[in-house]
């Protein structure tokens, strides 16, 4: 059975609801929740055509400036929030060719870091406690302009830190030191980060699971950030199953 992410539809503020994934789709490219170097060739393939997918719906076919700091955030926990993060990070930094910081602001889980394989000092937390650029806390993370500004040490106390006054400030550095941010927040069913972040940023992407987010759920967390002004870019249905062998997707 092969997972994969796929972005649903695009979704405007005046839409009413989440829509249903459409029906019978054809089998899609497969997005695996591991690194790249740890994939296969066809799999890294697959990875980085719906990846790529994914970032041209949002970031670079736009009639209109698109989205320069963009939240994603699972609906539930264990969505795969931030292995998409990662991968929608490394493809824009990629195809855009323009500085990228993927900001790690989920406190309450953060992995980011040992995704890409570096340390976790010296990140958010210690960003938002004392003075300096932001760009001093940012760890570049590939040659293709991708940096990675992890949670840093994280306390008892690190999530309040979301709310305090400096965090809108701090962003408006990242807006002027990168072109684009992608932001990894806390899932929205159960902690209020992400609609703090939301508000601050120029959008927010849904992450839901299939066979696990439910519909109620995802509707609610919709209304919630319409109801806050918060704009929903997109809808993504990540770990998507279909009764097809792994063998016969890569004959596709």
Not at 92 to 110: H, I, M, T
Not at 220 to 242: H, M, S
Request: include cysteine.
């Amino acid at each position: 059975m092969s997972k994969h992410f796929e972005l649903m539809q695009q979704m405007e503020e005046d839409q009413p609801s989440v829509a249903p994934p459409p029906p019978a789709p054809a089998p899609a490219p497969v997005f695996q929740p591991q690194r790249a170097h740890a994939l296969g060739v066809s799999t890294r393939r697959w990875a980085s055509e719906e990846a790529l997918r994914l970032v041209q719906q949002i970031f670079l076919v736009q009639a209109k400036e698109p989205p320069r700091i963009v939240v994603f955030a699972g609906v539930d926990h264990g969505n795969g929030c931030s292995q998409i993060c990662a991968s929608v990070a490394e493809t824009l930094a990629k195809n855009a060719r323009r500085p990228v910081c993927l900001l790690e602001a989920n406190f309450r889980s953060p992995g980011l870091s040992e995704l890409f394989g570096t340390t976790n000092h010296h990140g958010l937390t210690e960003a938002l406690r004392n003075q300096g650029p932001m760009g001093a806390f940012a760890k570049r993370v590939s040659q293709d302009n991708l940096w990675l500004l992890s949670a840093g040490q994280v306390a008892s106390d690190s999530a309040n830190l979301l709310t305090s006054t400096g965090l809108g400030e701090r962003l408006a550095e990242l807006r002027t030191a990168f072109d684009f941010v992608i932001i990894d927040a806390p899932p929205l069913t159960r902690y209020s980060d992400a609609v703090v972040l939301g508000q601050l940023s120029d959008g927010l992407v849904m992450v839901l699971e299939a066979d696990a987010t439910r519909r109620d759920a995802a509707l609610a967390a919709a209304a919630n950030l319409r109801t806050v002004n918060v704009p929903i870019l997109a809808a993504v249905l990540n770990k998507r199953t279909f009764p097809i062998p792994e063998t016969i997707y890569q004959r596709l």
